[in-house]
């Protein structure tokens, strides 16, 4: 797979519409050319953009004049008010000045929703690139029993501190890590085996974006589900036919994926001792 066939597709793979099978290509691809990340990251930003792009609002002159035709049809119904121009001309005036007024109203809505939804319109690709990080089954780079390993091999390479995740599952064993990335953020792959499945999760700095999302109940209904096991509540989303929980913990996002049945991975993901 070359940079021109990358970058023709980026697009659709910032908006997670890639088949898993391209998409392995593609973060192989990436995993080795630092240009066509830089574009990637490009995309993001226009797409992020967009996104953020203000609604226009109706103004407050035009809601006034609105309203003011509206007494006026009003009066004009009641007779107190005579009309030059035939009985329908001021009520389609009125009308269209309602439909202004309620657009406008309707836009200054959206534009609120907007900014809360655009943190959860960056979720898909975000967890896009968490399932791309798990099927491209590129080679540990360490190989650990103790956290206190993973950590010291960590420092220096991401800007953040890595330490593996536990789980209360005995079958869950620690295989290894390495170096990846999410999109341009740094981030690291640690990699588990569950008897004779595979199970990743994916750690990085969480952007606003994803505390928003996170830590709203109207914004997760939009974006994905919840699932709550004992104490815990697990926030997941189904993406290129993967299931994706998530946990965020004092600014660290851990993201994990697998070849696990839906319930199974979130049992185990709800069972995670975060360092």
Known sequence: MDCKFV????????????EPTPVIEFERHLDACGDCRNE?????????????????????ALKVRVLR????????????????RGPWTGVLAAAGGVMLLVGGMVQSD????????????????LLGDVVARHVDQ????????????????????????????EFAEPKVRFLGARVSHIGSRQAAKLYY??????????????PPSLQQVLHDDDLVARW???ARFGRRVVTYQNVHGYTVPILEHD??????????????LLQLVASARLP
């Open 7 to 18: 970058r023709a597709r980026l697009d659709a793979y910032v908006d997670a519409e890639l």
């Open 40 to 60: 990637l990251s490009l995309a993001r930003l226009v797409q992020r953009s967009v996104r953020e792009l203000p609604v226009p609002v109706a103004p407050q």
């Open 69 to 84: 035709a509206l007494d006026e049809v009003s009066a004009q119904q009641r007779g107190v008010l005579p009309s030059a």
């Open 110 to 125: 959206s534009q609120r929703s907007g900014v809360r939804a655009a943190g959860a319109g960056e979720m898909t690709p």
């Open 138 to 165: 590129l080679p540990a780079e360490i190989a650990a029993e103790q956290p206190e390993q993973v950590t010291s091999w960590f420092r220096g390479k991401v800007g953040f501190r890595v330490r593996s995740v």
């Open 193 to 206: 085996s569950v008897g004779d499945s595979r199970l990743t999760s994916v750690v990085f700095q969480s």
């Open 224 to 226: 994905g589900h919840r």
């Open 251 to 264: 600014g660290i996002a851990y993201a994990f994926t697998g070849d696990l049945d839906q319930r199974r």
